[in-house]
């Protein structure tokens, strides 16, 4: 039983292919570096191609379905504009962690679709560096407190007059500059009973701090695409599976910790156990239940 090994010759399923990118908020300023370089393709992004109806963070629209099949959607949508088969798209969601509900998170996905070979890979990265937040405000001070707080003007904002966004005509986004926020602000407040909401615009053009996850994220995506599958070579090589049991260090039995992992190719099926990538051959004994009931 052996960990897969990367095969970098992974290129020759994408050399000089274009590489469509589903976006319309810059993301090809850090994505495009590392898929050229990585895979040997030519990324272009469509023009007046609208992400936003595939859903907005502003809650206007909503997004139809979970963060794969927006993204897959996007991707397929860019695909069918241009006529190519090679695209790519990121969706983001963002919320309190999974594990600490009090910090807030960035869950950044990266999806690769590949039409011409049916194949379908995701990067992914789950980042606490984000200024994801939001806040009921009543006053100009109020305002520049929580615009301070969370970065601007290198960070965009949005200020609205409900958190549902459902009032259009009041929802004002991509906020930088100084008197636009007082404006929008001025506005929201006379408009809305003397109280707006605010909350970080978290669109990639407007969110530095995102932008950065999102280059994660496509690493990650390059990472999988590398690791090849050892019985035809199709990349993306993945974990489906992980089996609990690894023995305690202490005692021997096995634990609910994952023991190993069964990869699978989704060109030929073909199937792999393997030790975790980065994981141990015995667990701790405070992770036995026998020897810390």
Not at 254 to 277: G, N
Request: proline share 7%; glycine share 6%; net charge neutral.
């Amino acid at each position: 039983m052996s960990t897969p090994t990367f095969a970098h010759a992974v290129q020759h399923w994408f050399r000089d292919r274009p590489l469509i990118l589903a976006t319309k908020h810059r993301k090809e300023q850090v994505m495009a570096p590392l898929l050229e370089a990585a895979l040997g393709v030519k990324l272009r992004v469509p023009s007046e191609f609208d992400t936003d109806q595939f859903g907005t963070f502003t809650r206007e629209i909503k997004r139809p379905g979970d963060q794969r099949v927006a993204a897959r959607l996007k991707a397929e949508k860019a695909l069918l504009l241009t006529g190519e088969t090679l695209g790519i798209a990121s969706e983001g969601s963002f919320g309190p962690h999974p594990a600490f509900p009090y910090i807030a998170c960035d869950r950044e996905i990266v999806l690769l679709l590949d039409q011409q070979h049916q194949l379908e890979v995701v990067g992914e990265v789950l980042a606490t560096e984000t200024n994801y937040s939001q806040q009921v405000i009543r006053s100009w001070t109020e305002a520049m407190e929580f615009a301070t707080k969370v970065g601007f003007p290198e960070h965009g904002l949005v200020v609205m007059a409900d958190l549902q966004g459902s009032d259009r005509s009041h929802i004002f986004k991509g906020i930088t500059v100084l008197s636009d926020l007082e404006a929008a602000v001025t506005e929201v407040l006379q408009s809305n009973k003397g109280q707006a909401h605010m909350e970080t615009d978290m669109r990639a053009l407007y969110n530095p701090t995102r932008m950065k996850v999102i280059a994660q994220a496509t690493q990650d995506l390059i990472q999988k695409l590398n690791q090849a599958c050892p019985n035809c070579g199709a990349p993306g090589f993945r974990v489906v599976k992980r089996n609990p049991g690894l023995p305690c260090e202490l005692c021997g039995l096995p634990t609910d910790l994952t023991r190993s992992v069964i990869y699978q190719c989704q060109k030929c099926s073909f199937q792999q156990e393997a030790p975790p990538a980065k994981g141990r051959s015995v667990a701790d004994p405070t992770d036995c239940p026998y020897c810390n009931p």
